[in-house]
């Protein structure tokens, strides 16, 4: 018996805002999952850094999400939302978008109002986006995945700010789930957004620039939003990689990865004790009556680290 939840059901049961990481690929994912996060996001610009090797620029297509969302939603014991952007085209596309993502595991999907994905602050008129939402509810029905409405709009620009909450407010009306402006780095504007859109919303991106957060989970939570985004695993896995390559590089010897593990406080030569491989070979050797143990060409593997979130293997297969 599976123990995965719904977004819904996180949603409905939490009375709190909660933190949702950024995820890229299904290691990303497991950090994530391993620390106690009980949902992830994937972003765009990150996927297409990790997929492709190029930056956010439109060249992310519907099939490369696609693949991703699949892969990581599968071995995942925690809710996928997919950034889908602007839905890969028009409204028919928009469609065609939400019934394949759905499918492929995505606990939510979010979809924005920009006009122009290499200038995404440029938004659409509004009856053209909400068009695109109406064609996403209609593909969602039926199924557990949300519909997150987001808005490019800047709201340091009053016209904008009210031009952003409107279609909001209306594209809540017309079936979406969740509510989200980008741009929105304060509290005060939150609170602006909370006065203007009813029902549940995400805080995009939160900053916590010198060290000290924008906003708390305890600010937002009183204004409705339910889920406050943020990106940190690219950003530590490169600083990471780049720490041990540096070092490694420097003595041309790999002494330096094989003595420093700074997240777990178990060095290794390898991160496969993070994935629990024995668990794998133990499902299987239910199945067989025999004894298997994983080992890397012969080389044993460290046990998984106690002080992380153990998941079921059920949850990941």
Known sequence: MSSRKTLRQLLEESDKCFLVPCVYDCASNRAVEMCGFPASLLSGGEVSISLNGVIDYGFTNLTDLEWVVSRVSQTSSIPLIA??????GGPLAVYRSAKRLSA???AAIQLEDAGDMEDTCKILPREKYLAKVKAAV???????????ARSNADPYDPEQMKEGCERLRIAM?????MAMMVLITTLDKAKEMAELVPGWKI????RADNGVPAVTMDDLT??????CSTHYTMKAAMEGMLEHGLANFRDQSVAYTFTHASGTGQPDFSASPLFAPQDYLELENSFTGEDKEYTIVGHKVAPYPDEFKKIDIKDRL
């Open 222 to 227: 009183p204004l409705g939003f339910k889920m």
């Open 203 to 206: 805080f995009a991106d939160v």
């Open 138 to 148: 209609e593909a969602l029905k039926g199924t557990d995945c949300l519909l997150i």
């Open 104 to 106: 492929a595991g995505a």
């Open 173 to 177: 009306e017309m079936g979406a789930d």
């Open 83 to 88: 950034d889908i952007e602007d839905g890969f």
